[in-house]
């Protein structure tokens, strides 16, 4: 029997009638129980149309049309982007903690201590490792934070060298999300995984480098199928702002750790001459 009004936004509802005509909700809603969640669940991840692994699939395979599919109203075919980034991120930052090299904290070394010219300076360079540890502690608890600033970052270049394309900065932001979120998948399954059995510093920073490698290749072909970019020219473009942007990122993102962590150019140029 249908209800007199909607159990959701309380409108109210014609006898008969399947959905509410305010919200969309159906008009009759059944009690939660084992079986119904179980489906509920199983039905929100694998659905063909729209499920988290259809989108999975879709960036997989032309993530270009797929984020434009998107942008230009077919909103129900796709998993929700928003709630897709924030999963994917979850398990990257999830992926961190379990592989990522924790290694030893850095301490302040009896050599540079014996040698630094006042307790002041002593206090200075202590502080300094005490920062160099919490920012370690951010990157690696805090990936999904830094991730979410490096789309709107990196969505300023692809829109400003691309912005006469009919796109405007929201939805480059958009599709930037989901292109990110995918490519981060690499260092959630491969690099960070790679990283607990390698021991070299040396062997960490190639498999950090190829991933990085991956992230500008993959953002430069979405790139060229959101944008319908054909030409040669084009894509070299959509290249060349793929890795611009990225490597300004972290750039960017280690210049702002040097600044937070030294604070000072004379303590910075003392440290520098006692590691030499």
């Given at each position: 029997m249908t209800p007199a009004n909607c159990l959701n936004c309380d409108a109210g509802l014609l006898p008969g009638t399947s959905f509410c005509a305010g919200c969309g909700q159906r008009t009759i809603v059944h009690r939660i129980t084992?079986?119904?969640?179980?489906?509920?669940?199983?039905?929100?991840?694998?659905?063909?149309?729209?499920?988290?692994?259809?989108?999975?699939?879709?960036?997989?395979?032309?993530p270009g049309s797929t984020a434009r599919a998107y942008?230009?109203?077919?909103?129900?075919?796709?998993?929700?982007?928003?709630?897709?980034?924030?999963?994917?991120m979850g398990l990257f930052v999830l992926s961190n903690n379990l592989f990522g090299p924790a290694g030893k904290k850095p301490e302040p070394g009896a050599r540079v201590l014996e040698n630094m010219p006042s307790p002041q300076a002593k206090a200075k360079y202590v502080g300094m490792i005490s920062r160099v540890n919490k920012v370690k502690a951010v990157f690696q608890k805090?990936?999904?934070?830094?991730?979410?600033?490096?789309?709107?970052?990196?969505?300023?270049?692809?829109?400003?060298?691309?912005?006469?394309?009919?796109?405007?900065?929201?939805?480059?932001?958009?599709?930037?999300?989901?292109?990110?979120?995918?490519?981060?998948?690499?260092?959630?399954?491969?690099?960070?995984?790679?990283?607990?059995?390698?021991?070299?510093?040396?062997?960490?920073?190639?498999?950090?480098?190829?991933?990085?490698?991956?992230?500008?290749?993959?953002?430069?072909?979405?790139?060229?199928?959101?944008?319908?970019?054909?030409?040669t020219g084009e894509k070299v473009k959509s290249f060349a702002v793929s890795l611009f942007s990225i490597v300004l990122w972290a750039v960017f993102s280690i210049a702002v750790m040097a600044i937070y962590i030294y604070q000072s150019r004379d303590f910075y140029q003392f440290f520098l001459k006692m590691k030499g």
């Open positions: 084992l079986k119904h969640f179980g489906h509920e669940f199983f039905h929100a991840f694998t659905h063909t149309d729209k499920g988290i692994f259809h989108l999975l699939k879709s960036l997989a395979t032309h942008i230009l109203g077919k909103r129900k075919s796709y998993f929700n982007p928003f709630t897709f980034f924030l999963i994917l805090n990936g999904n934070v830094v991730a979410m600033i490096a789309v709107p970052f990196i969505s300023v270049f692809s829109w400003l060298f691309f912005r006469k394309r009919g796109f405007n900065y929201a939805e480059h932001l958009t599709a930037n999300m989901m292109f990110i979120a995918f490519s981060n998948l690499v260092f959630t399954l491969l690099v960070f995984p790679t990283q607990a059995v390698i021991s070299s510093g040396g062997g960490m920073f190639l498999v950090v480098f190829a991933g990085m490698v991956f992230q500008v290749l993959y953002l430069s072909w979405s790139l060229n199928g959101f944008l319908q970019l054909t030409k």
